[in-house]
């Protein structure tokens, strides 16, 4: 495919470093934000983000690319207002 070439990261992938910086790949739109909760249209389904003092320090949707910081307490799939392919429900990962 793209060898060498920018483009979309392949895949959905969550990376949490210390409850306080998240990074997802296979973001296709940012459907919501505040200082408590992000939700995001992923490659997977909607995704929220719960916490406290949110905020997105990077987006990049062409790359499909989402980076959030903060005080990090939640994520649940299928949370959001849509659910494309009947959602998926994931539950909590963190707490």
Do not use: C
């Not at 307490?73 to 990962?93: K, S």
């Amino acid at each position: 495919m793209a060898n060498g070439t920018s483009g979309p990261v392949p895949g959905h992938r969550i990376l949490l470093e210390e409850r306080s910086r998240l990074t997802i790949t296979g973001v296709t739109d940012v459907l919501s934000f505040d200082e408590e909760s992000v939700t995001a249209e992923t490659d997977l389904g909607t995704l929220t983000v719960r916490g406290e003092g949110l905020h997105i320090s990077r987006l990049d949707l062409d790359e499909g690319l989402l980076r959030i910081e903060g005080s990090i307490d939640a994520a649940d799939y299928g949370g959001g207002e849509r659910q494309p392919g009947g959602g998926f429900l994931f539950g909590r990962i963190f707490k």
